[in-house]
């Protein structure tokens, strides 16, 4: 792991062999290769921003963030976040401790990015990996969401919240919460 080299990079910084290869690790990661088909490295929304480990040119590590406002229901109060999403780690390399130097440094930019927040949702088999990194899960809350086939649903999985320009203290108490637009 201490060969890996990681970047930041922005959506606009990616040329399609970058999206090629980020495409196949999220294949081989989430054992759907068809999903991730002609280069493309998004399921729902575009990343604006990416955090990326490569093992010489291949990614091993992918994590993309896009930042958004959630609105809290019934109130409509604002609260912006990174959005995070396509956390992935190549099968070859899982349970190294590779997964949770991916989301430190999707912290790191978290902050850089100036967002009070992140945020993401996950299946409930991942969330103590999530937890194991900092996360925390809002207890009880839904989110109401468009997902990748872009129909808006209700969301039970678990949605977690890590600190970023605020602390978690700042966050709103409320059960549900909007996102109007594709998960990551
Ligand atoms: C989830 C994932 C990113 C974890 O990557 P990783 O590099 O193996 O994670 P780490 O080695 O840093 O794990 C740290 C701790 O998190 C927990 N953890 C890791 N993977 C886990 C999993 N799949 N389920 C539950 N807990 C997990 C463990 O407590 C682990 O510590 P341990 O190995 O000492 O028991 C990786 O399994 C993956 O890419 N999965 C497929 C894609 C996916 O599900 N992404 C998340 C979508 S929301």
């Known amino acids: 792991m201490t060969d890996l080299t990681w970047s930041v990079a922005w959506e606009i910084e990616l040329d399609d062999a970058a999206h090629a290869g980020i495409a196949a690790l ?20 575009r990343p604006e921003v990416r955090v990326v480990a490569r093992d010489g040119a291949t990614p091993v ?34 349970r190294r401790g590779l997964g949770t130097a991916l989301m430190a440094r999707v912290v790191d930019v978290l902050v850089d990015l100036d967002v009070p927040f992140g945020f ?22 839904r989110v109401h969401l468009v997902d990748t086939h872009h129909r808006a649903r209700v969301d039970e999985d678990p949605a977690m919240v890590h600190a970023a320009g605020r602390p978690l203290s700042a966050w709103p108490a409320t059960r549900v919460l909007a996102r109007d637009g594709q998960l990551v």
């Open 26 to 45: 999220l294949g081989r990661a989430y054992a759907q290769p068809q999903r991730f088909t002609g280069g493309r490295s998004w399921a729902g929304a």
């Open 61 to 94: 590590a992918h994590a993309g963030i896009v930042r958004r406002f959630l609105r809290t229901l019934p109130e409509g109060r604002d609260v912006l976040v990174g959005d995070v999403g396509l956390v992935a780690v190549d099968p070859a390399h899982h």
């Open 120 to 141: 993401l949702s996950c299946g409930p088999a991942v969330e103590p990996f999530y937890r194991a990194a900092g996360w925390t899960r809002l207890p009880g809350v």
